[in-house]
C-alpha cells in the first residue's frame, strides 16, 4: 500500500512539474511556423516513464494533456487528442525500451527511438486534425511535413530528450530515497 501511495505522489508531482514546465517556457523554434511552440512539459513524464514504467508515462500523459487542453489552452480536446499523440507515442516507446535495456546506453537508445516514434505519429495526425479541426487544406499540410512539422517535432523531442538525460538519474535517485 505504501508503494501505491509513493508512486502515485510521485506521478502526480511529476504530471504537476509538467504543467508548470508548460506554463513557464513557451518557445518558438521554427520561423516558418511561429504558432508551434516549444515546452519542455514532456520532460518530467518521460522521467516518470524511465522510473514507473511506459503505462505510468501514459497515464501522466493523458492527466496533463486533459488538464492542459481545458485549463490553459484554446485548441480544447483536438489539442488533447494531438499531445496524446505525440507524447504518448514518445513515452510507450522509450519506456518499452528503457524497461527492457535499464542502462544508460538504454535511455539513449529509448529517447532517440521515442523522438522518431512521436515524429512520425505526428505526420499523420497533422494529416488528419489539420484539414478536419483547423481548416487548413490538406494540400498546405502536405506541403509544411517536411519543412515544418518533422524537424519541430525532431528539435521538441530531441531537445526533451537531452533534458532527460541530464536530469533523470538525479531526480530518480530522490524518488528512490
Do not use: C
Not at 514546465?21 to 516513464?49: C, H, K, N, Q, S
Not at 516507446?93 to 544508460?104: P, R, V
Not at 538504454?106 to 494529416?127: D, E, F, K, Q, R
Amino acid at each position: 500500500m505504501k508503494n501505491n501511495v509513493k508512486k502515485m505522489t510521485t506521478m502526480a508531482i511529476l504530471s504537476a512539474m509538467s504543467i508548470v514546465l508548460m506554463l513557464l517556457i513557451r518557445v518558438p523554434l521554427l520561423p516558418a511556423a511561429p504558432y508551434l511552440i516549444y515546452e519542455p512539459a514532456d520532460i518530467p513524464i518521460l522521467i516518470g516513464t524511465f522510473i514507473f514504467g511506459p503505462i505510468s508515462g501514459l497515464i501522466m500523459t493523458v492527466v496533463v494533456s486533459v488538464i492542459q487542453a481545458f485549463a490553459f489552452s484554446t485548441d480544447g480536446w483536438v489539442g488533447l487528442v494531438m499531445h496524446v499523440a505525440a507524447t504518448g507515442a514518445f513515452v510507450i516507446t522509450a519506456g518499452l525500451i528503457y524497461k527492457k535495456y535499464h542502462k544508460f546506453i538504454g535511455a539513449i537508445v529509448a529517447l532517440a527511438a521515442g523522438t522518431l516514434a512521436m515524429t512520425l505519429v505526428m505526420i499523420p495526425v497533422n494529416l488528419i486534425v489539420q484539414p478536419n479541426f483547423y481548416g487548413t487544406p490538406i494540400e498546405v499540410v502536405k506541403s509544411l511535413i517536411v519543412p515544418v512539422i518533422i524537424p519541430f517535432n525532431l528539435i521538441k523531442a530531441g531537445v526533451n530528450s537531452l533534458w532527460t538525460l541530464l536530469v533523470y538519474k538525479t531526480i530518480s535517485k530522490l524518488v528512490k530515497k
